[in-house]
């Protein structure tokens, strides 16, 4: 299994950089020296184009700029413009995590029910719109619910379980 950390946009000088839009929460983990990544033609896909590993990375006015082991000029990069990079889920290590943190897709799929017991749906996306997270849930035969993961919201979050505790703040219903 595969999970998506970015996208390269473009190419950046004359020198092989690739310019990326991150969409991991640990860009300077997934894009390291060394760290290994596979490029994918779509997020659809389910089998890697090539393989590759990063040679250097610098964030630059919101992207991350990276260069690849063995490419060094922009006439062998230019075949990437637009390729999916995804990070191979043995790849993946708790030790990136803090206590209390999680990987998305740990996170999406998970049932949240309220402190009452009430089901409420399910978690079918993430968004980082700034200083908080918010889950998207998605309740059966109603409106999405935009829950922000802040604590005084999320309580308990079980993955054996599949499930998340939460307490709605008035207003969040």
């Given at each position: ?5 970015g996208?390269i ?18 860009p ?85 029910v ?12 993430i ?13 059966p ?33």
């Amino acid at each position: 299994m595969y999970y998506k950390v970015g996208t390269i946009v473009n190419t950046h000088g004359i020198r092989g950089e690739l310019r990326v839009v991150a969409t991991t929460d640990f860009p300077e983990q997934r894009f390291k020296k060394g760290s290994r990544l596979a490029l994918f033609k779509n997020d659809q896909d389910t089998k890697p184009v090539d393989t590759i590993t990063i040679k250097s990375s610098r964030p630059h006015k919101g992207f991350i700029l990276i260069t690849l082991d063995g490419y060094d000029n922009i006439n062998d990069v230019l075949k990437y413009k637009g390729m999916v990079l995804k990070v191979a889920e043995e790849n993946l290590s708790d030790d990136d995590l803090d206590d209390g943190q999680y990987y998305y897709h740990q996170i999406i799929g998970l049932n949240v029910v309220t402190v009452d017991g009430e089901t409420l749906g399910t978690i079918k996306e993430i968004m980082a719109p700034g200083a908080n997270d918010v889950w998207v849930v998605d309740r059966p035969g109603k409106d999405d619910l935009l829950l922000p993961v802040i604590d005084q919201v999320v309580k308990k979050i079980d993955l054996s379980a599949g499930q998340v505790t939460v307490e709605l703040m008035e207003g969040l219903e």
